[in-house]
C-alpha cells in the first residue's frame, strides 16, 4: 500500500463525460477499492466537452454499470488544462479524446501521462473504447468489457512489485 507518497491520480477523459469516462472512474474505483488500495488513488473522470456539465452518467450506462455490480455516481465535468498539471494519468477513450487532451499540452509537457485505454487491454484488441451513445445495448456491453480490461492493466502497471520492494 502507498503508505508514504502522495495518491496516483488518475482521469479518464470521453467527449461528453457521461458514458465512457464516468464508466472508467467507476469501474477503476470499484478495482481499486476491492483491491484495498483507495489511499493510493485519486479518481475522476471528465469530459472534452461541456454538454452535459453537471448530469449524472448515461441512464443506460448506469444501467448497465448496476446490471454488472458497480454503484453509480458522479456529475460530468469538462477537462481543463489544470488537470494535466494535477494527474499522473490522464486515460482517453479514442483518437478525438486523445488529439484533444493533447491541443490542452501546446509545448508537450505532458505527452507522457496522456494514454489510450486500450493501451492497457490485455484481453481486448481494439484501437478505441467505441462511443455506445447512438448503439444499443451491446455497445454498453462492450465498452464495459473493455473498460474492466483495460482498468486492470492500470492497477497492474501501479502495483508494487511481487518481492514488495517499490516499483
Given amino acids: 500500500m502507498n503508505t508514504d507518497r502522495k495518491p496516483i491520480r488518475v482521469l479518464f477523459v470521453c467527449m461528453g463525460n ?18 484495498g488500495r483507495t489511499a ?50 490522464i486515460v482517453t477513450m479514442d483518437e478525438d479524446n486523445l488529439t484533444h487532451v493533447r491541443q490542452l499540452d501546446p509545448k508537450g509537457r505532458f505527452t507522457a501521462k496522456i494514454r489510450p485505454l486500450v493501451g492497457f487491454c490485455t484481453a481486448h484488441d481494439s484501437p478505441r473504447v467505441p462511443d455506445p451513445y447512438y448503439g444499443g445495448q451491446q455497445g454498453f456491453e462492450q465498452v464495459i468489457g473493455l473498460l474492466e480490461d483495460g482498468c486492470a492493466g492500470i492497477l497492474r502497471k501501479f502495483s508494487p512489485p511481487a518481492d514488495g520492494r517499490d516499483a
Avoid: N, W
Fill in 18 to 35: 457521461i458514458c465512457r469516462s464516468p464508466a472508467g472512474e467507476i469501474i477503476f474505483r470499484k478495482l481499486v477499492t476491492d483491491a
Fill in 40 to 89: 493510493d488513488f485519486g479518481i475522476d473522470s471528465a469530459g472534452t466537452l461541456d454538454y452535459h456539465t453537471g448530469k449524472p452518467p448515461d441512464s443506460r450506462m448506469s444501467a448497465t454499470l448496476r446490471s454488472h455490480g458497480y454503484q453509480v455516481a458522479g456529475r460530468a465535468r469538462q477537462i481543463k488544462a489544470a488537470d494535466l498539471e494535477t494527474f499522473d494519468l
